[in-house]
């Protein structure tokens, strides 16, 4: 029997983009930090500190900068964005010593695999040549020493601590668990060491206080302001910036805890959901067998808890009435005590407190809870698994095949997480949970094998063999990950599976090294498995019973939010993808309050019992009225039409308070008034039943007149660059070279002297202060011979070596005319300069050096069917817009039938323009569907789609391609343009134009219309 469990897993090389959310975070932090005047005086600031080994001050021009919080969404890649930002900061800065400090064991190992990744790294280097990242890690152990031994700093804290400014391409993170930080009797503050570090420390948090460092703070709701952790931070390591990244961030009394009393960035969740950042959500659970309704279900109240004496839980059978006493349950009693119908043999384990006790299944229990008997039967528990085994395979069979994505589309690996509360049910040769879900999976792999047996597609037959290798094995289909694994071989299975789950791109690839199926795809977990640990692949999330605790919805979800990758490492946005979350029967409601949860996180409120003054003003300027112009008098004309409009539509009372459900009434009514999330991206059933999905219908005869552009557009294309000759590259590094006068390419490595006095009072001797005198002495750290020196500028650019030999002995020449000592300038700040010089010349150049070669097949595409190449009948909604545009008249030139969809304002502008009769098809392109490739990696797909045909000629004459994108263009949209105009401008019949505001597609068509060419 083939084992497919023991060989390596081939690790994926997931592919990273540039993503437009991540770009304007980073941005956003860099401007809360302050501009920089002068490029020279930020040079010779950053030297002026206290030592080699210590990062300069941030903007010296500023002196200190308040603590900056960053906000963003689970699975919109808070860890990318604060990886990328160490590098944006030493670019701009000169920043080195970072530290990244996180609150759990599955956070940090995330954070080191991300960090430590070759994708990683060779997606930064696009944008930072030449420059590294040292990760240093420290665990608790490795204070650890053995009797009679010195006691000395771990390695990792004296390379981070001792390394210096000289590297000039390298930048210094040390990654921390909290639980190093949180007691003051951590070993990290002991001041016993038999070891002294550079700068005289013989402490390791006195060590890393004199690095000066920027800590940036992973999950902030974990390591709260007024926490042990935090507090040690603050005063023992002396950070000159805290930097926060998060979802949720501390509360005081109901109000969040930022600094600066809001994030400098904020991605919240309903934009991440309405936008499609993430993955949509189908909450569902079964009904208990018999129960007809909740009120006809066994459940108990929790109405007391006693802490002190005799330790117990009181129980009331609900509904309550007279005679119906609360029964107590004490610590070491079975919950069967109080009904027969909890099974499992669950006990009361401890009583924490009056508010808190605890199950020996970690279900934590408080006054108010209720607890339905029935979920606690083992015929439940499978009806749980049953579903979650049935969802997982709907799911895999979908991605496996993908069926709107294109031919031989890759591949998608689709994993399943199940929340479980007993770690013996699952690890125990003989636990119920395990034996059970082996059986089940047993039955339903058998099911798939006879109905794909004889198939005779390619991936018919692959899939077979996917699922008879997991038939083989079913041991090594699933497996877990629990605290107390830690402590096992890192040679046994236990730890195979936890290597597994933590490193997720192992387990995103269908093949191993040798070639063998990668079938490992069903992971079993605590609830303790929240932040911080997440899988793109996750597609079904089953809880098996309620932990109890009111902990963040998003947060439980949040393990499968982000959007997939397929089999070749791309991310996938160009399809609505949703996430399955099974739950128990106890938790009905979950979807309700996980909308109210997203819905209560909107920046911007309005009133929810009365229409104010307030609502009116947004309710105008959501129609376009200039309400800052308008003096008391039409405001109040204004105000009067809009709350008879309102009272017509039975929204309002006569107080203008809101009828019930008079204020959803108010958002359905103007939609564009607040950013709610949207129906379709939560949804809750019941008995596993697939919610309906928000569909478009395509107007197929409108699309079969642009099937010819259609074809065009969807040729594959590739990016090909042109070679710079003998010619073009003197002149490029003529410019780079020039810059020398402004940026100072070829320096002298310096080292600041600090010697201190005392200065007396001008008018009295007894006005005494301790003065600081910074001198610069010329070092020769650093310096290069002259091979060496061209060498590393030449592995770090591709300029050939010849010409750079000729080139830079000229600048030294005449460098050398001019009295200038020529040998110190040859030194790896020099080099380090040159490259940065090179990468601004060059990066201009370069996007002007390629075209767009077509190739010999067409790209995969959302709206044709695979098979045969005809038009879907319909699309996702999402995939064509975010939003509903309920407000825009039909027109039967339309590509879709109503309703229509948009992704920003500007785009809902467009939607409103009626074009000329010579516009004979129109409408928005799908999300994604012309995969435009860009030079930075990613592609682009513009906004919408007009086939012209003027009265004198008899088919279509030209297609216009509109891109609409606000006036203030970031750089990544720029290159997106860039792209887009060279591509189009390439295909005959096609015309491409950019739109700032919806009146210029109007004056582009009449222009075009208009014209006789």
């Not at 129960?291 to 929790?302: E, F, G, M, R």
């Not at 004309?637 to 959803?664: M, P, S, T």
């Not at 038009?871 to 817009?881: D, F, S």
Request: aromatic content about 10%; some cysteine; glycine content about 6%.
């Amino acid at each position: 029997m083939a084992d497919d469990s023991g060989s390596k897993n081939t690790q994926l090389a997931i592919q990273l983009v540039e993503l437009p959310h991540q770009n304007e975070a980073i941005e956003a932090v860099l401007a809360a930090m302050g501009e920089v005047s002068s490029n020279d005086k930020m040079l010779s600031l950053a030297h002026n500190n206290l030592s080699q080994t210590s990062s300069p001050q941030a903007n010296p021009e500023l002196g200190p900068i308040e603590n900056i919080d960053v906000k963003m969404e689970t699975g919109t890649g808070k860890t990318y964005v604060y990886t990328r930002l160490m590098f944006a900061l030493h670019q701009r800065f000169g920043l080195f010593k970072f530290i990244v400090v996180v609150p759990s064991l599955a956070i940090k190992e995330g954070t080191k695999n991300f960090i430590e990744s070759n994708y990683a790294k060779q997606h930064f280097q696009r944008f930072y040549p030449g420059k590294r990242l040292n990760l240093q890690l420290i665990n608790a152990g490795d204070f650890t020493t053995k009797s009679g031994k010195r006691k000395m700093f771990p390695t990792d804290l004296v390379q981070y601590a001792e390394a210096t400014k000289n590297e000039q391409n390298s930048i210094n993170c040390l990654l921390l668990n909290m639980h190093l930080l949180d007691r003051d009797s951590a070993k990290i503050y002991d001041n016993d060491f038999d070891q002294t570090l550079f700068g005289g420390a013989t402490c390791p948090a006195e060590a890393i206080q004199q690095t000066r460092p920027i800590i940036i703070i992973d999950e902030p709701h974990r390591i709260k302001p007024n926490d042990k952790a935090f507090k040690n931070i603050k005063e023992k390591f002396n950070p000159q910036l805290i930097i926060r990244f998060g979802a949720t961030f501390p509360e005081k009394g109901g109000v969040k805890e930022y600094f600066r009393s809001a994030p400098v960035y904020e991605l919240g969740a309903v934009q991440s959901f309405n936008s499609g950042l993430v993955k949509a959500i189908d909450v569902t659970y079964p009904d208990i067998p018999g129960v007809a309704s909740p009120d006809s279900a066994l459940k108990y109240k929790i109405t007391g808890i006693n802490s002190s004496g005799i330790k117990s839980v009181f129980f009331q059978k609900m509904p309550g009435g007279s005679g119906n006493k609360p029964k107590e349950l004490r610590v070491g009693d079975s919950l069967a005590v109080i009904d027969p119908a909890f099974e499992g043999n669950i006990i009361l384990d401890q009583v924490k407190s009056k508010s808190s006790a605890f199950l020996s299944n970690e279900i934590e229990l408080g006054i108010g809870m209720e607890l339905f008997a029935q979920t606690f039967t083992s015929s439940y528990q499978e009806l749980i698994l049953q579903q979650a085994i049935d969802a997982h395979f709907e799911k895999e069979i979908e991605n496996f095949f993908r069926p709107q994505s294109g031919v031989n589309a890759p591949k998608v690996k689709t994993i399943s997480l199940f929340f479980i509360d007993s770690i013996n049910s699952y690890r125990d040769t003989e636990g119920w949970l395990k034996i059970n879900f082996e059986k089940l999976l047993t039955a339903k792999l058998d099911a798939l094998l006879s109905q794909y047996k004889g198939k005779t597609g390619l991936r018919e037959i692959e899939y077979y063999e996917y699922l008879r290798a997991t038939r083989r094995n079913i041991a090594g289909s699933h497996g877990g990950y629990f605290a107390k694994d830690w402590g096992e071989s890192d040679e046994s299975a236990v730890a195979e599976e936890r290597e597994d789950i933590l490193h997720k791109e192992r387990t995103l690839t269908f093949k191993k090294e040798n070639g063998d199926w990668n079938i490992r795809r069903f992971f079993f977990s605590k609830w303790t498995l929240r932040e911080g640990w997440d899988n793109p692949n996750v597609f079904v999330i089953a809880k098996m019973r309620t932990s109890g605790s009111e902990t963040s919805k998003l947060q439980e979800v949040g393990r499968g939010l982000r959007l997939p990758v397929d089999e070749r490492g791309n991310r996938l946005s160009e399809e609505e993808f949703r996430l399955t979350y099974l739950i128990d029967y106890s938790e009905q409601g979950f979807a309700k309050k996980l909308v109210g949860e997203i819905n209560s996180d909107i920046p911007m409120k309005i009133d929810q019992i009365s229409v104010t003054d307030k609502t009116i003003k947004l309710i105008l300027q959501s129609q376009n009225v200039d309400v800052k112009a308008m003096d008391e008098k039409s405001f109040s004309a204004a105000k009067e039409k809009v709350l008879e409009h309102l009272d017509e539509l039975d929204i309002i009372k006569r107080n203008n308070d809101f009828k019930e459900d008079g204020y959803e009434k108010l958002l359905e009514e103007y939609p564009d008034l607040i950013a709610t999330l949207k129906k379709s991206k939560v949804t809750e059933t019941s008995n596993g039943q697939k919610p309906a999905r928000p569909k478009i219908k395509l107007r197929l005869d409108n699309w079969e007149k642009i099937k010819g552009f259609w074809a065009k557009v969807t040729q594959r294309y590739m990016l090909e660059f042109e070679r710079l000759d003998k010619g073009e590259w003197e002149k490029l590094l003529d410019k780079v070279l020039t810059e020398d006068t402004e940026k100072k390419i070829f320096v002298k490595p310096q080292i600041g002297s600090h010697t201190f006095g005392v200065k007396r009072g001008e008018e009295t001797n007894d006005d005494i202060s301790l003065v600081e005198n910074v001198k610069f002495l010329d070092s020769t750290l650093g310096t290069l011979v002259y091979g060496e020196f061209l060498r590393q500028i030449h592995q770090q650019t591709f300029i050939p070596l010849t010409l750079l030999e000729r080139k830079v002995a000229e600048t030294l020449q005449e460098f050398f005319k001019n009295g200038l000592q020529v040998n110190p300038l040859l030194n790896t700040t020099t080099v380090s300069n040159f490259v940065a010089a090179f990468q601004r010349v060059f990066q201009k150049t370069f996007a002007q050096k390629y075209l767009y070669r077509s190739l010999d097949f067409s790209a995969k595409t959302s709206v044709f069917n695979t098979g045969d190449g005809s038009w879907l009948l319909e699309l996702e909604a999402g995939v064509v817009g975010t939003s509903d545009a309920k407000d825009i008249k039909d027109d039967i030139r339309n590509l879709y039938e109503p309703p229509f969809r948009y992704d920003s304002d500007l785009e809902h502008d467009v939607l409103k323009l009626i074009p000329s009769e010579e516009v004979v098809v129109f409408g928005k392109l799908p999300r994604r569907s012309i995969k435009v490739p860009t030079y930075t990696g990613g592609t682009t797909t513009p906004d919408f789609l007009y086939a012209i045909k003027r009265k004198e000629d008899k088919n279509i004459a030209l297609h216009l391609i509109v891109e609409t994108k606000a006036t203030d263009l970031r750089g990544a949209e720029q290159i997106a343009i860039a792209g887009q105009k060279r591509f189009f401008d390439n295909i005959l019949g096609i015309k491409w134009d950019l739109a700032n505001y919806a009146s210029d597609v109007e004056g582009i068509l009449k222009l075009l219309i208009d014209s006789k060419g």
